[in-house]
């Protein structure tokens, strides 16, 4: 790998960097490239300064980085994930043992602006969704599992936590609702819709028999290796998915949550029952999905009524 304006030992730092990151780490193409892009041009900006090696790197260095990169109009964001990409790589420099101190420690990310979350467009679902359901019709069990994880997902609006957490026992097919058990315990009743009750009826008849084991005990859904499945895979699963779209700045599962509480205030869903499927206890929170509705619904009247 090459690395322009680098000295000798930060190219190879980097390229050490890049091996941690697709092995023990195990981030996605995408992922790899923003940590590294974030890598270089730190690394880059440190070198202008005369910095060799790591063990030259202070906190100094990292707040002129960052302050140069606020100065050419870096959003906060951007500027959040780039002092994250710099923690990181400091952290794993010390593992290393390739510096002493880490110098990252104490560099503070700038505040996020405040921000409606990221929401999927139907049409953008429809195309997961599709795409799901294509697979797991000339797919194995881990296809339609897949497509039944993410249905159920996005007709609940369910975290990825209770997602994992749900036991077969939890689903009532007749009624087509779940009982989930949310953040401090706290037990809600869920409804989902049609075509999430078919992929998980598709699951329980032809995936999940497959892969059961006798350890499997009552879990819904389940890991390759017949163990409930893990969280972790549920996110890469989803991050992978929207990384495909293309065209979306909507970003890991909560993304599905965030359009299902959208869609369902769009399509004319009560408040008070919204904050009762997401499992919010306060109104508040669940408040903030009307802004996110109101600022489409302007969107569109901008882009087509003739006097917008």
Request: glycine share 10%.
């Amino acid at each position: 790998m090459e690395h322009e304006q680098l000295p000798v030992e930060l190219g190879k730092a980097m390229d050490a960097f890049a091996g941690y990151l697709s092995g023990e780490r195990a981030v996605s193409e995408h992922t790899k490239r923003a940590y590294l892009g974030d890598l270089h041009s730190l690394l880059a900006h440190a070198a202008s300064e005369g910095v060799a090696g790591l063990k030259d790197l202070e906190l100094g260095t990292f707040r002129r980085w960052l302050g140069t990169q606020s100065s050419a109009g870096a959003s906060r964001a951007t500027l959040a994930r780039r002092s994250a990409t710099a923690r990181v790589f400091t952290a794993w420099a010390l593992r290393e043992e390739v510096i002493d101190v880490d110098p990252a420690l104490r560099l503070k990310a700038p505040k996020r602006e405040g921000s409606l979350p990221g929401v999927l467009q139907a049409s953008q679902l429809t195309r997961i969704l599709e795409g799901l359901e294509a697979q797991a019709a000339d797919g194995g069990p881990l296809a339609v599992r897949n497509r039944a994880m993410v249905e159920l997902l996005y007709a609940t609006g369910i975290r990825v936590g209770e997602l994992a957490g749900l036991d077969v026992d939890d689903l009532d097919p007749d009624r087509r609702t779940l009982r989930v058990v949310g953040k401090g315990n706290k037990e809600r009743t869920v409804p989902f819709g049609v075509p999430a009750a078919v992929a998980v009826d598709d699951w329980l008849r032809r995936g999940r028999p497959i892969l059961v084991k006798d350890g499997s005990g009552p879990a819904l859904f389940l890991g390759a290796r017949g163990g409930r499945v893990d969280q972790r895979r549920v996110r890469a699963l989803v991050n992978t998915l929207f990384e495909a779209l293309g065209d979306t700045a909507a970003s890991g599962p909560h993304a599905l949550r965030h359009s299902a509480a959208t869609h369902l205030l769009d399509g004319g869903a009560d408040l008070r029952a919204v904050q009762e499927i997401l499992g919010h206890s306060s109104l508040a929170t669940t408040q903030i999905y009307t802004h996110v509705s109101v600022d489409r619904l302007r969107k569109s009247y901008q882009q087509a009524h003739p006097r917008a």
